[in-house]
T-cell receptor, first 110, second 115 residues
Framework: QKEVEQNSGPLSVPEGAIASLNCTYSDRGSQSFFWYRQYSGKSPELIMFIYSNGDKEDGRFTAQLNKASQYVSLLIRDSQPSDSATYLC??????????WGAGTKLIIKP | GAVVSQHPSWVICKSGTSVKIECRSL??????MFWYRQFPKQSLMLMAT?????????EQGVEKDKFLINHASLTLSTLTVTSAHPEDSSFYICSARWGLQETQYFGPGTRLLVL
């Protein structure tokens, strides 16, 4: 069964520090990976996607992909209290369906 | 960016009635739309996938006669919860994409409360 695993947290990070969110996936056929942020009571919003090995940066966010290790991560630099949310990792399988992780709750402490 | 809307954002209904939720892609043509359900403090659960002009594909355990999905155009999909019961109370969220390998963009969600 195809799975995406995330630590449910909560992950507590002091304001201004780097938050590191991790995700592993079981399907080696997965090619694209997505990070979504979901605030409490709201729907998910896309942060970024990655499909090539290595790093992809967008502002304070960096996604990292290691296909050999089947590992995806999201780094948030200079964490702000407004970054407190649940972060969802998703892998697109060979049928173009998203396999979702259960999410990691991130808390940024002022 | 891609914008997806949902209507209504909140609905309260009596047990036994039917409720229709609309999902629209506002600035792109959505070849595929997805319907999710999320209970409090739980993860997203995919209910069904719908492609424009064809029948929806339901996930295991989701009753297709209870959750009717229509994707009649490239910008509109509807979810009808028939004969709603209190256990159907949840947060229903749609998403849409314009191509097989493209990103899913989410609507703001609809909160359903069945009394």
């Amino acid at each position: 069964q195809k799975e995406v695993e995330q630590n449910s947290g909560p992950l507590s990070v002091p304001e201004g520090a780097i938050a590191s969110l991790n995700c592993t996936y079981s399907d080696r056929g997965s090619q694209s990976f997505f990070w979504y942020r979901q605030y409490s009571g709201k729907s998910p919003e896309l942060i970024m996607f990655i499909y090539s090995n290595g790093d992809k940066e967008d502002g304070r966010f960096t996604a990292q992909l290691n296909k050999a290790s089947q590992y995806v991560s999201l780094l948030i630099r200079d964490s702000q209290p407004s970054d407190s949310a649940t972060y969802l990792c998703a892998a697109m399988d060979s049928n173009y369906q998203l396999i979702w992780g259960a999410g990691t709750k991130l808390i940024i402490k002022p | 960016g891609a914008v997806v809307s949902q209507h209504p954002s909140w609905v309260i209904c009596k047990s036994g009635t039917s409720v229709k939720i609309e999902c629209r892609s506002l600035d792109f043509q959505a070849t595929t739309m997805f319907w999710y359900r999320q209970f409090p403090k739980q993860s997203l659960m995919l209910m069904a996938t719908s492609n424009e002009g064809s029948k929806a594909t339901y996930e295991q355990g989701v009753e297709k006669d209870k959750f009717l999905i229509n994707h009649a155009s490239l910008t509109l999909s509807t979810l009808t919860v028939t004969s709603a019961h209190p256990e159907d109370s949840s947060f229903y969220i749609c998403s849409a994409r314009w191509g097989l390998q493209e990103t899913q963009y989410f609507g703001p969600g609809t909160r359903l409360l069945v009394l």
